[in-house]
């Protein structure tokens, strides 16, 4: 990978063409803001900017939190008429035994051989942190909660979810249950932005079934001001965690935080962290659509650089006092070779605020390159030569 010079002045700092780097990847969050929480990640939904990152991509169990997974598959299921919320599914003795009354776990208290609608068994879940209603849908819609542990990993790598993985659909204890705050960030930015629809049920206040009535059990709903859902975890080893999206004044962030000590502190730290992420950050574009941000080398062509330029404009939050001296890098992949077209997605560009990755922009070609003559390879082939040898 490459990365080279920048043209515009909304980046401070020049980087030297030329320099070979491997990729850049996000370090600890820099600013005075801290948390009481292992691993947590934080980012405004608008620019995708990143306003907090803490051991992001560290691993930690899940629990409860996979049930978002689960979530998603059967909203999935039913915006693809797959499956129709009026459809009802039996209630397994397994189901019933593993996550229904005997379980002393969280749940809908499902009855034995019971049929419930695909609806209630959602607003189980979403609202009663449901074991059984989980086990329910797992089993009437791919036979066995095993088979659609496997589907749920499927579906995290379709998402993006690069260091998650399920055995169960329910987030009960199980070794092979992984995922990092990253992952559940992406993972609830996609509820929120592909099912609108339903969305309003992870604030549902109240839910009862078999003449049992219960409470949202996500207990952060009331932290602050805006916060509209998703879950909470809890495992013996990592501590408590939590997974939250926030709207307030036409702004919203998604959080996640793991590895918090107990309930009382992620409830504040929840709250903290919203007010933060929703009053210290002001919009800035660094580029408008189309603007040329540097040049790349070019191998074997008429000419040795062409232009690259954002697609889209680039916008970023910033803290409203005391802001980071921003900075940038663009890395591609090197040589690239002519000839080249016009509109190629050659490489990115990496926004930092210190030493925290902010964004990463796609970059494309703002022109075209023909292949060059031969004493033109010749030329850059020695070129390529003594980079390599210095």
């Known amino acids: 990978m490459r990365k080279t010079t920048l043209h515009s002045l909304c980046l401070l700092a020049v980087l030297v063409t ?59 299921a039913v915006v693809k008429g797959e499956l129709s919320p009026t459809q009802t599914y039996a209630v397994s003795e397994y189901a019933w035994r593993t ?11 499902a009855a034995l051989k019971s049929q419930i609608p695909v609806k209630d ?51 009960l204890p199980d070794p092979g249950n992984k995922t ?53 975890g809890f495992d013996q080893a990592n501590g408590f965690a939590v997974v939250a999206s926030a709207e307030r004044d036409g702004r919203r962030i998604y959080l996640g935080m793991a590895g918090l000590p107990d309930d009382k502190v992620r409830f504040e730290e929840t709250r903290r962290v ?37 697609a889209e404009p680039v916008n970023i939050v910033v803290p409203i006092n005391n802001p980071d001296r921003l900075t940038g890098n663009i890395v591609y992949h090197w040589p690239l070779n002519a000839p080249v077209e016009p509109g190629f997605t050659v490489g990115t560009l990496q926004i930092f605020a210190g030493d925290r990755l902010l964004r990463e922009v796609p970059l494309v070609t703002t022109a075209s390159v023909e292949k060059g003559t031969l004493s033109q390879n010749a030329g850059d082939a020695l070129m390529e030569l003594l980079f390599f040898w210095l």
């Open 99 to 109: 996550g229904g009354a005997p379980s002393r776990t969280s749940t809908m208290f």
């Open 180 to 232: 990092t705050v990253k992952d559940m960030v992406v993972l609830a930015q996609h509820l929120h932005q592909t099912f609108p629809a339903f969305y309003s049920l992870f604030t549902k206040p109240d839910f009862e079934w078999n003449k049992i009535y219960q409470r949202n059990k996500n207990t952060v709903l009331g932290a602050a001001p805006g916060i509209d859902g998703l879950g909470l």
């Open 18 to 76: 030329g320099t070979v780097v491997e990729p850049v990847v996000a370090h600890a969050q820099t600013a005075a803001f801290t948390v009481k929480a292992k691993q947590a990640y934080v980012i405004d939904a608008e620019t995708g900017t990143v306003l907090l990152s803490q051991n992001e991509e560290e691993v930690f169990p899940p629990a409860s939190l996979s049930k978002l997974m689960t979530v998603d598959l059967v909203l999935d």
């Open 274 to 310: 919203v007010e933060w992420g929703l009053t210290s950050f002001q919009k800035r574009t660094l580029y408008t659509k189309g603007e040329t941000v540097g040049a790349v080398s070019v191998y074997g062509g008429t000419q040795s650089s062409i232009d690259v330029a954002v």
């Open 121 to 171: 068994l959602l607003t189980g879940i979403i609202v009663q942190n449901a074991n059984d209603a989980c086990i329910i849908l797992a089993e009437g819609m791919t036979g066995s909660d095993a088979n659609f542990a496997k589907r749920m990993t499927e579906r995290g790598v379709e998402l993006g979810l690069e260091h998650s993985a399920f055995t169960n659909s329910t987030g």
